[in-house]
């Protein structure tokens, strides 16, 4: 069992950067495939990266590549997402979530069986 929680969302105005942070409970944690996705109001929750278990494999969204950049701690069982540039698009509430399978790295919501309670991000003037 992996119990996951965000934080650091908030509001920015477009251009700014945040950085999100996910905390997993459990001894396993280096097991898993880390993911963020996002929802926006009457959107399909989306895929945005994923950190494979040691972070140095990864893979982005094409809408957020060169702009966000995900890593992880696996001795503090944190996975961090930093988000540079921000557009208003952007906006959503962010989920992190971990997934057993990790090769190929998971880019479907299916492939994950833990998942955090979300936290929001605003973009706007």
């Known amino acids: 069992q992996v119990q996951l929680v965000e934080s650091g969302g908030g509001l920015v105005q477009p251009g700014g950067s945040l950085r999100l942070s996910c905390a997993a409970s459990g001894r396993t944690f280096s097991n898993y495939a880390m993911g963020w996705f996002r929802q926006a109001p009457g959107k399909e929750r989306e895929f945005v990266v994923v950190?494979?278990?040691?972070?140095?494999?990864?893979d982005y969204a094409d809408s957020v590549k060169g702009r966000f950049t995900v890593s992880r701690d696996n001795a503090a069982n944190t996975v961090y997402l930093q988000m540079n540039s921000l557009k208003p698009e952007d906006t959503a509430v962010y989920y992190c979530?971990?997934?057993?399978?990790?090769?190929?790295?998971?880019?479907?919501?299916?492939?994950?069986?833990?998942w955090g309670q979300g936290t929001q991000v605003t973009v706007s003037s």
């Open positions: 950190a494979g278990w040691g972070g140095l494999s990864t």
């Open positions: 979530a971990a997934s057993r399978i990790v090769s190929p790295l998971p880019k479907t919501r299916t492939q994950y069986v833990y």
